[in-house]
């Protein structure tokens, strides 16, 4: 049995604050939830909660994850970019050209963004959070795609794609070259094993697929979860079955 993707986590300098501005533009109400942060719930097939969590790193580099979202035409496109930018947003250039149709904007937090042009042929059967575009390497987008049961929708030059069954998001990874690390990312995964699963099996079939276990104290197995990383060194928790 495979690991559910439970939440994706943001380290915040202000939790609340950021995730009103992601549910602005989501559309996702907030869900509290007992010394787990600020919770939004999705109101589509997206399958995973977004988990604010306070952090007293500021943000250092770009992020090794952003979402793309999507644009039913070049008005749906120019509204989006304007209500992310009246809820905080800000343009940002990371080396995008003039001539790139999407648009890159950060969240209040600096967290990068596109919102992607229409007639995007990837992203075509996708909602509006068409992908959580990450960077690594084709070993690990094999990984998680083993780890979480998600088949490979795309696997070509190094780059690789997986979704869930059921529909949602796709997350990519755009392989070779591997951005720098610099310091913790402020973006993981929070996975669960199933309802009827055990965590202890759960890490060790992951240990067996190519994941480490962090020297950092965190991998404990305590009520927060076992922390660990994947094949490129990206952190990520098993929690406990939910």
């Given at each position: 049995m495979a690991s559910h993707l439970f939440a994706l986590c943001w380290d915040a300098d202000e939790p609340p604050r950021l995730a009103r ?33 306070p952090s007293t790193e500021g943000k250092s580099g770009q992020s090794r994850m952003h979402f793309d979202l999507t644009s039913t035409s ?99 990874w755009g392989g070779p070259p591997l951005m720098p690390r610099e310091g913790r990312d402020r973006l993981r995964f929070d996975v669960a ?50």
């Amino acid at each position: 049995m495979a690991s559910h993707l439970f939440a994706l986590c943001w380290d915040a300098d202000e939790p609340p604050r950021l995730a009103r501005f992601w549910s602005g533009l989501l559309g996702w109400e907030t869900a509290g939830e007992p010394d787990e942060g600020v919770v939004l719930v999705p109101g589509d097939d997206t399958g995973f909660r977004l988990r604010f969590l306070p952090s007293t790193e500021g943000k250092s580099g770009q992020s090794r994850m952003h979402f793309d979202l999507t644009s039913t035409s070049l008005e749906d496109q120019r509204q989006t970019v304007a209500r992310a930018l009246e809820l905080g947003a800000r343009h940002i250039d990371i080396g995008q050209g003039p001539e790139e149709p999407h648009v890159v904007l950060a969240d209040p937090e600096g967290n990068e963004f596109c919102v992607i042009e229409p007639g995007n042929n990837f992203l075509a059967d996708c909602g509006f959070i068409g992908a959580l575009a990450c960077d690594g390497s084709q070993a690990v987008g094999y990984f998680w795609s083993e780890a979480l049961g998600w088949p490979l929708v795309w696997d070509q030059d190094e780059e690789t794609a997986i979704r869930s069954p059921h529909g949602g998001p796709k997350v990519t990874w755009g392989g070779p070259p591997l951005m720098p690390r610099e310091g913790r990312d402020r973006l993981r995964f929070d996975v669960a094993p199933p309802a009827d699963g055990d965590q202890r099996a759960e890490v060790e079939r992951l240990l067996a697929l190519g994941a480490k276990r962090t020297g950092d104290g965190r991998g404990d197995g305590a009520a927060d979860g076992v922390t660990m990383a994947d094949p490129d060194g990206n952190e990520f928790r098993v929690l406990t079955p939910r």
